[in-house]
Nanobody, 119 residues
Framework: QVQPVESGGGLVQAGGSLRLSCAFS????MGWFRQAPGKERDFVAA?????????YAESVEGRFTISRLNAKNTTVYLQMNSLKPEDTAVYYC???????????????WGQGTQVTVSS
């Protein structure tokens, strides 16, 4: 699989939850990024190759959880709780070789999935 494939976006009320999934083949560092209209693409979360290490943006720390079952598992999840209207964005899954927040370290990107949080 040459490109991550996201799923699970949708419309939810503030305070609600959504779980995004990302399917991709290979033992890579995986990350989630998001882009709101008129804004730059921002880091959300990343997980290491084995799942033992995670990174979060300060704005989602304690509300979002990134996970993968193991290094061989080809699906990465982003559980999003206590959603806020400011979380509204297109969410992108990406695969890379360096564990970081920097999008330039991620080589393969999905098409994105829309998450809309209503107030």
């Amino acid at each position: 699989q040459v490109q991550p494939v996201e799923s699970g976006g949708g419309l939810v009320q503030a305070g609600g939850s959504l779980r995004l999934s990302c399917a991709f083949s290979g033992r890579f560092v995986m990350g989630w990024f998001r882009q709101a209209p008129g804004k730059e693409r921002d880091f959300v979360a990343a997980i290491g190759r084995t799942g033992a290490n995670t990174l979060y943006a300060e704005s989602v720390e304690g509300r979002f959880t990134i996970s993968r079952l193991n290094a061989k598992n080809t699906t990465v999840y982003l559980q999003m709780n206590s959603l806020k209207p400011e979380d509204t964005a297109v969410y992108y899954c990406a695969a890379g070789r360096v564990f970081s927040r920097d999008p330039s370290n991620f080589e393969s990107w999905g098409q994105g999935t829309q998450v809309t949080v209503s107030s």
